[in-house]
């Protein structure tokens, strides 16, 4: 039901904020508490989270959430205090708490105030709180695959800079801390100990009886999940204030040197056409560049956020998936503090979720497979961000059992996706990237988890629409790697711009590490391909009109000697221009192979910025050894 806060719509939504962000936290500390439940820091931590919450609920009146919370942070107390042992199924029903508490934000966000929590709930930490016994909680989450966002709500293409710099304009500081000014100071023995309690009316005879809180565990711990896989993207974004001061700061500069330059115009156009005037008009004019570059980087960086913020939900979610399935898996999250574009990193939300999810349940094997094969029963998946030249790396790792390629062949032909000479044609790593068709399943009964043979070709789908790529690399006993390669479409991009056939290209300069001269005479023929030796290492030449699928013109007669994450090769090129910074533009609608964006030259023309990865990759897909051996005849 709608509601009326009283006109604190505002308090509400920074309130809903800074809440959700504590109690994704809090949600994390739960997880590391499991592993360390006598640590008192982290303990208090997570106490002193609950009461945050509630003082802000009881602020707004959500009466429903400050009775959830209170009795939540007493549990908290007392296993501070060493009054209770936390043990498997209490932890169950903290988690439930939470999933609860998450829930009723949802409903505060559409504006209407949350219900009471379950009575099983209640009941639940009624019991612990009294020292009664509890029935045996089982976390078995029955939360389905997470359904993937509609193609619709994906941007195909980021903002352009109008709209960037309009969006700026518009951006207010970050909230204030409503949370911690609303919060009453804790105190012990006044507010948590057990006489504390809200009156809560409730059934006697039922307070002789263990409660029944599997269902309510299941239920909230469900819908977080389901949260987590589909959650609405945030119309707002916080940033630094720093970043900001810095770009209004430039935009101070500019506004002055833009003066001048209207100064220097008008003297000009009266006449005044002296050295003096002519080297004030070109220092100005320099002082511009500077300033424009820097403001473009200052910018980009406002809407440039840490990863961890996205990395954030997904301990919680292993967590769960682990107890439902028996295992013991600990999610290690590494590189935090990379930062990606917002936009990005929303998008990638469902992707993650799907990997994390299919690490859990089917790279890791069953506590009783891992000691058979000399295992530790603690399975370990890491999740970790790296930039790495123009690209963000992301990579999800676990020990598990590893993917074998003559099995996910057998599967493809058995579910009719390829046929039986297909698969024969397949090496190892094209029959990995089987598990990304639509309809793959090695599994052969559909469980809550998995099963459909949905959630890998959402993964691919979504990574490619934000111009991205994702490898697999897996070893049988050992476990796999999942990596996702994403270029930063909206930074400022350092390229070299070269020439094919009279037509100028961009290759991100980051892969560049030298250019040479080509001497035809030097090209060997191997395996069909042409190579140069280069400080004794065979380089493949690639020629840029063979990859593009175009006649060459002339015999190539430089170099550019690429390296990539997969690759090092010599990338064959008519001529260059020079090296530039630009700003790359998605195309709208279509997405070329090998095409990460376009850019403008000086003089105004259209440069397509390439993605050599991709280009790459599709050229090998494409059999590109042929159009190859034509360089090869041309060198003869």
Known sequence: MSTDFGGMEDLLQDFLTEASELLSEVDNKLVELEK???????????FRGFHTIKGGAGFLNVDAMVRLCHRTENLFDKLRTLELVLTPEIMDTIMAATGIVRDMFGALAKGALPANAPEELIAALDAVLEGRPLETVVAHIAAPAPSPTPAAAIPTHGPDWD??????????????????????????????????MEHVVTDPMNSLKPAPVKAAVAAPQQQQQQQV??????ATIRIDTVRLD???????????????LTTLRTDIMAGKMDSNTLKAMDEAISQLDLLVGDLQNAVMKTRMQPIGRLFQKYPRLARDLARQLGKDVELVISGEETELDKTMLEDLNDPLVHLVRNAVDHGIETMEDRKTSGKPAKAIVELSATQVGDHILIA??????????????????EKGLIDV??????????????????GFSTKDQVSSVSGRGVGMDVVKTNIQRLNGRIDIQSVVGEGSRFTISLPLTLAILPVLVVRVCDQPFAVPLAMVREIIPIRHEQIQEVSGRATIVVRDEILSVRSLASLLGWEEVQLPQFGVLMQSAEHSFILAVDSFIGRDDVVIKPLQNIRPKGVAGATLSGDGSVVL????????????ADNSAIRTSRFLEKTE
């Not at 700026?168 to 006044?190: K, M």
């Not at 074998?404 to 493809?412: E, G, N, W, Y």
């Not at 000479?421 to 639509?438: G, R, V, Y």
């Open 36 to 46: 360390r439940p006598n640590d008192k820091n982290l303990l208090n931590d997570i």
């Open 163 to 196: 709209t960037l710099y309009n969006a700026l304009l518009g951006i207010q500081s970050a909230p204030s801390p409503v949370i911690a000014a609303v919060a009453t100071p804790i105190n012990n023995e006044t507010q948590h100990g057990p006489a504390a």
């Open 229 to 234: 896989a589909a959650a609405p993207q945030e």
């Open 246 to 260: 810095q770009v209004l700061n430039l935009s101070g500069e500019i506004g002055l040197t833009k003066n001048r």
């Open 396 to 413: 999800i790792t676990d020990d598990g059992r590893g993917m074998r390629p003559d099995v996910i062949r057998k599967k493809a032909v």
């Open 421 to 438: 000479e297909t698969a024969n044609s397949l090496d190892d790593k094209q029959s990995l990237q089987l598990i990304f068709m639509p």
């Open 609 to 620: 910025v390439l993605d050599m990865e991709d280009l790459l990759g599709a050229a090998d």
